[in-house]
């Protein structure tokens, strides 16, 4: 019944999620026992297949911590410094608590003359001085400074001392959350400053923090954490010759892995730089791509990468396939790349173009070993930027690295357009609506991927890929009547008050 994967993506058609739809196999074990641990590279191994893309607008400390802390990866995008970069890599991998703000320091005599002056922290950390090196005095909440501005009659600045609230507590910016909520209740304070290890006050936690961290709902006892208990972290490069100064600066910051980000990876560059990170860091796992053909994922592995990135115009915000007539259905091409890169035992990433649990089952069942998303983790809490509020809808921004605005900023060097004098955009400008914490809404993509790998009578990820291929996994295009079908259709709009 059905088709094998080898039959179908052997027509001559390119198909990506949507188009195809597995057939059930016998079930005998609970979804909860479906095991979705997996290797993102060679040597990096992740108790759940999920990996934030190196994008300016979804990954930076904070997603790098939440995702980490899930269990899964984030790759820090390299769209800023060198140093930058670093600094990222460095922030995510000190911290353990959870959750991370940005904040903004002020010293008690400054003024507050809007909510701008808050940035996208909930406060403004009060020091003696305003700066980070000085003693930390307490806080001003962004909430409350709006609450009494409501109520003020004489509108106009107000000094920062007025609304201080006094907390002077800190503790090690490795603190994690029990030893957080530990140190609140003995020292009987509602919020702890975090100190790095080079005594600078960098974040604080409060208790709404820590009650928020609770709440979420339990994936793991432990997230990624690598040998020396910091969480694992990855960070992207580019091919140029600057790239290895940034390189030696990601390695000194402790990254665990490195990614090659480039739109059509099957380059002399590529191959170069593959060689050159194994030559002189060979403690780094090095991922390369992207590619989406058999040949491109082949001459890769000869290069000696330790993980393969595929995709090119599958993402949510990729103009690729339609400004350069190249790419391929996400699908096929997850599946192709796959099937050449088990056989050197290379992991290989689904990058882009999921927008459900659905689709991440699909790309793992075709063999990709972790998926790589964009779209799904922006707009959230930890994604970078603020939320603004559109038409009634509170979104945050969300770009392609290949759109104007982000190359303007250095990212043309994914597309290779760096000596071009006119820059063509592969990808666009968007918004996305606010989806509350990472750490809310992903475990329950992970509990619906577990009911899909049940159905399919694959009880890990390992199974997935043997059913695939032992031909055991069956699958069929849907046509577009039944693409219709399997959606919500016949339907009037429900209002609550009528029932
Ligand atoms: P999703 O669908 O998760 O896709 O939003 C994220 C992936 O899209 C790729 N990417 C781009 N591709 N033009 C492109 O053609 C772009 O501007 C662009 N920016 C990101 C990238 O692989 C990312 O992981």
């Not at 600066?249 to 590529?270: F, N, P, T, W």
């Not at 890169?341 to 659905?358: E, H, L, M, Q, R």
């Not at 779209?375 to 930890?382: M, N, Q, V």
Request: aromatic share 8%; hydrophobic share 40%; with cysteine.
């Amino acid at each position: 019944d059905g088709f094998t994967a080898e039959k179908l993506f052997n027509q001559g058609f390119s198909y990506t999620y949507d188009d195809v739809i597995f057939l059930p196999n016998y079930i005998d074990f609970p979804a909860d026992d479906v095991n979705l641990s997996t290797k993102l590279s060679r040597n990096v191994n992740l108790s759940v297949p999920l990996v934030a893309s190196p994008m300016d607008t979804v990954c930076e400390s904070a997603m790098a911590i939440s995702m980490a802390s899930l269990g899964g990866i984030a790759i820090i995008h390299s769209n800023t410094t060198a140093a930058a970069q670093a600094s990222l890599v460095r922030t995510a991998k000190s911290r353990r608590f959870p959750v991370l703000h940005n904040p903004v320091f002020l010293p008690p005599s400054a003024e507050i003359t809007s909510t701008d002056d808050f940035a996208d922290s909930p406060f403004i950390l009060v020091t003696e001085s305003g700066n980070p090196k000085s003693s930390l005095l307490g806080y001003v909440s962004r909430q409350d400074w709006i609450n009494s501005e409501a109520n003020r009659s004489d509108k106009g600045s107000s000094r920062v001392h007025d609304y201080l609230v006094e907390a002077p507590v800190t503790v090690p910016w490795s603190y994690d959350l029990v030893k957080i909520d530990q140190t609140l209740s003995e020292k009987k304070t509602n919020s702890v400053g975090l100190v790095s290890d080079d005594g600078e006050l960098v974040d604080l936690v409060t208790e709404d923090d820590v009650v928020r961290a609770k709440g979420y709902p339990k994936v793991l006892a432990k997230g990624s954490v690598g040998a020396n208990g910091e969480w694992l972290v990855g960070a992207a490069i580019g091919t140029r010759e600057e790239d290895k100064e940034r390189l030696e600066q990601l390695v000194k910051a402790g990254v665990d892995v490195v990614v090659l980000d480039s739109s059509q990876g099957h380059s002399i560059y590529q191959l170069e730089m593959i060689k050159y990170v194994k030559n002189v860091y060979p403690e780094i796992d090095v991922i390369g791509g992207n590619v989406v053909t058999m040949n491109q994922a082949e001459s890769l592995i000869q290069a000696g990468v330790d993980g393969l990135r595929v995709g090119m115009g599958s993402g949510s915000i990729c103009t690729t396939q339609e400004v350069c007539a190249v790419g391929r259905g996400q699908a096929t091409a997850v599946f192709k790349v796959s099937s050449i890169a088990y056989k050197s035992g290379i992991p290989v990433i689904a990058d882009g173009g999921i927008s459900n649990s659905g689709h991440v089952v699909k790309a793992l069942s075709l063999g990709a070993s972790t998926v790589m998303m964009g779209s799904f983790l922006a707009g959230s809490t930890e994604a970078p930027g603020a939320y603004v509020y559109q038409n009634g809808q509170r979104v945050k921004k969300y770009r392609g690295m290949g759109s104007l605005e982000a190359m303007t900023k250095g990212s043309d060097q994914r597309y290779l357009g760096d000596t071009a004098k006119l820059k063509i955009a592969q990808g666009v400008v968007g918004a996305v609506k606010d989806k509350g914490s990472v750490l809310n809404f992903i475990p329950y993509t992970l509990q619906a991927v577990k009911q899909g790998f049940q159905d399919i009578g694959a009880c890990s990820l390992q199974s997935a890929h043997d059913l695939l291929r032992s031909k055991e996994l069956r699958l069929e295009v849907r046509t577009g009547a039944a693409q219709v079908e399997g959606g919500i259709h016949g339907l009037v709009s429900y209002e609550k008050k009528y029932f």
